[in-house]
């Protein structure tokens, strides 16, 4: 079993940035890649980012490139997720997960059915 858990969350204006986190505890060193959704009202969850824990290979949604970035501390087993020049339509509750199945190296898990794991989530709030 894997437990994450996200914090970091929280209220901002237009413009500004945020730092997520979060913690993985249990079997992590099993884990191939480490990811971050988000749901907002009425939405469905939809992939932010991701990074491959072999070589720290990153993949990104299109809306959030240039603004995000994924990045993680292995001896902290955490995984972060740096949110710049935000926007109202970032508003969302944040989940990270993790994939603990193997694939093909040219395969980029994107989908909510492609993790194993997720966290509770955490609210990402951007006020215009």
């Known amino acids: 079993q894997v437990q994450l858990v996200e914090s970091g969350g929280g209220l901002v204006q237009a413009g500004e940035s945020l730092r997520l986190s979060c913690a993985a505890s249990?079997?992590?060193?099993?884990?191939?890649?480490m990811g971050w959704f988000r749901q907002a009202p009425g939405k469905e969850r939809e992939f932010v980012a991701t990074i491959r824990r072999a070589d720290s290979i990153t993949y990104y949604t299109e809306s959030v490139k240039g603004r995000f970035t994924i990045s993680r501390d292995d001896a902290r087993n955490t995984v972060y997720l740096q949110m710049n020049s935000l926007n109202a339509e970032d508003t969302a509750v944040y989940y990270c997960?993790?994939?603990?199945?193997?694939?093909?190296?040219?395969?980029?898990?994107?989908?909510?059915?492609?993790?194993?794991?997720w966290g509770q989530g955490t609210q990402v709030t951007v006020s215009s």
């Open positions: 997960a993790t994939r603990h199945r193997t694939s093909a190296a040219w395969y980029i898990p994107r989908r909510r059915d492609d993790y194993d794991y």
């Open positions: 249990g079997r992590t060193f099993s884990s191939y890649f």
